[in-house]
């Protein structure tokens, strides 16, 4: 009988003791998650002055140079059009929206090279007075006018890599020579973003080639990991030099302008 009680009061002692527990670990995990040291990029100020939105990781903001087209140009365009239109036997009968120039671009990004640190394509045409003054700054030549088969965008700078690369100038001369202002440098200088194509690629077909890595003028664009060539996306610039010196006997480098660039604020 008294082992029984004994047992009794036991499990009663030892219930207790994980309710004590439990209670007393919760308060403390609490405090430690409350007084933990912020990360980088977080801190308890921003917290207490409300500024929520350092929380919200990078990648949920839209780049400020798009390189390609992403989900970001989805929500560019014309958020109704979710909502079904409005029709009579198949017809449709809504109105015709106003565009609205002040809000995007009437003309895309075209799949040219402009110099560094290059405004939004329409406010860029809108501005460049096809002076050259950009071109004859240059010191490697890489800046030229675009050919008569462009036809809108003819007598405006423009980089082709095959030709003549940029080569990343520390000082950029081309932006500080153009007057209008279509070139800045309150802009990143990033033309567009390279690949390596595997199947073209002499390093990838058991052959050792770093010349891209080695003649790049960007810190960290190529990588070399186990003797192949690794671009860096975000720390490209597309300036073109990788495609310039590549040796492979068909072009390992694919170059492919930046889909959009951002605009100037209206004055």
Not at 82 to 90: L, N
Not at 139 to 159: F, H, M, N, Q, V
Not at 204 to 212: F, L
Not at 216 to 242: Q, R
Request: some cysteine.
């Amino acid at each position: 009988m008294k082992n029984r009680e004994r047992s009794f009061f036991a499990r009663i002692y030892s219930a207790l003791w994980r309710t004590l527990s439990v209670t007393y670990k919760l308060p403390v995990a609490a405090l430690k998650y409350l007084f933990a040291p912020p990360n980088t990029n977080q801190s308890r100020r921003d917290l207490l002055q409300g500024r929520i939105w350092k929380f919200i990781p990078s990648e949920k903001f839209p780049p400020l140079v798009m390189r390609y087209p992403t989900k970001y140009a989805a929500q560019c365009e014309d958020k109704s059009s979710d909502v079904k239109p409005r029709s009579i036997a198949g017809i449709n009968i809504d109105p015709v929206p106003a565009t609205n120039l002040g809000l995007r671009s009437v003309s895309r990004t075209l799949p040219v090279f402009r110099p560094p640190g290059a405004i939004d394509e329409f406010q860029f045409l809108s501005g460049c007075t096809r002076c050259g003054d950009c071109i004859t700054a240059c010191p490697y030549e890489a800046i030229r006018k675009a050919p008569e088969r462009l036809g809108s965008i003819a007598g405006t700078p423009i980089i082709e890599a095959d030709t003549a690369a940029c080569m990343m100038c520390p000082d950029f001369p081309c932006i500080d020579a153009c007057e209008p202002g279509v070139l800045t440098k309150l802009r990143p200088p990033i033309m567009g973003t390279a690949k390596v194509t595997e199947h073209l690629c002499l390093a990838h077909h058991h052959t050792t080639c770093t010349v891209c890595c080695e003649r790049c003028p960007v810190d960290g664009a190529i990588t070399v990991t186990d003797g192949k060539p690794m671009l860096n996306e975000e720390t490209c610039t597309g300036c073109g030099v990788c495609r310039y010196v590549c040796p492979a006997p068909e072009n390992a480098i694919l170059l492919m302008p930046a889909f959009s660039r951002p605009r100037l604020a209206s004055p």
